[in-house]
């Protein structure tokens, strides 16, 4: 099994809501991401977890939390987001954070209006 | 630190036609070196990857050659088809960088019948 599956495929949602995204792998991947990708544009990276611990957090405001309650899952929760956070939300992982491939799944398209 | 330079596109070619997508990095360590496709409404997919000098990636007709003396990781196709339309990005990673990929801007192919 190769896949990394996100839910929901699409979200809308206003500044006030909170949601979260859902991104799940069992691949054995000891490392996972979260990107925001915009249009015609490269994936950001916002934050990577390795071994259930955040190790890297990209400046990502707080409006954005990520989480990873075990190995195979890693949630990004979302509260008070603004218009300029619509975008493609990518999850990957990878075996460890050593210069590997990366798994993406299909992402999440979020709108907030 | 680390860099990727793609060719900009957009890209049009005909069916059968002959694709070539130029990549040059620049890098600290000893970088792999990935070529990923996005297809219209999707995340990104491995297409192919080289992990050290003088390997060839291939994939689907696809192939790509790291050569560490000209800092590139062109991509080229023998014969386009329809289906081959979509973003291709071209990134590397190692062991330096925590598990951050860096990504290039990405080149838009459209192939027409």
């Known amino acids: 099994d190769t896949e990394v599956t996100q839910t929901p495929k699409h979200l809308v949602m206003g500044m006030t809501n909170k949601k979260s995204l859902k991104c799940e792998q069992h691949m054995g991947h000891r490392a996972m991401y979260w990107y925001k990708q915009k249009a015609k544009k490269p994936p950001e990276l916002m934050f990577v977890y390795s071994y259930e611990k955040l190790s890297i957090n990209e400046s990502v405001p707080s409006r954005f939390s990520p989480e990873c309650p075990n190995s195979s899952l890693l949630n990004l929760h979302l509260h008070a987001l603004q218009p300029e956070d619509s975008a493609l939300y990518l999850c990957a992982s990878s075996r460890g954070t050593g210069g590997g491939t990366q798994y993406f799944g299909p992402g999440t398209r979020l709108t907030v209006l | 630190g680390n860099s990727v330079t793609q060719m900009e596109g957009p890209v049009t070619l005909s069916e059968e036609a002959f694709l070539t997508i130029n990549c040059t990095y620049t890098a600290t360590g000893y970088p792999s070196l990935f070529w990923y496709v996005q297809y219209p409404g999707e995340g990104l997919q491995l297409l192919l990857k080289?992990?050290?000098?003088?390997d060839k990636g291939s994939n689907k007709g696809f192939e790509a050659t790291y050569r560490k003396e000209t800092t590139s990781f062109h991509l080229e196709k023998g014969s386009v088809q329809v289906s081959d339309s979509a973003v291709y990005f071209c990134?590397?990673?190692?062991?330096?960088?925590?598990?951050?990929?860096?990504f290039g801007d990405g080149t838009t192919l459209t192939v027409k019948p």
């Open positions: 990134a590397l990673s190692d062991d330096t960088n925590a598990g951050k990929s860096t």
């Open positions: 080289a992990t050290k000098a003088d």
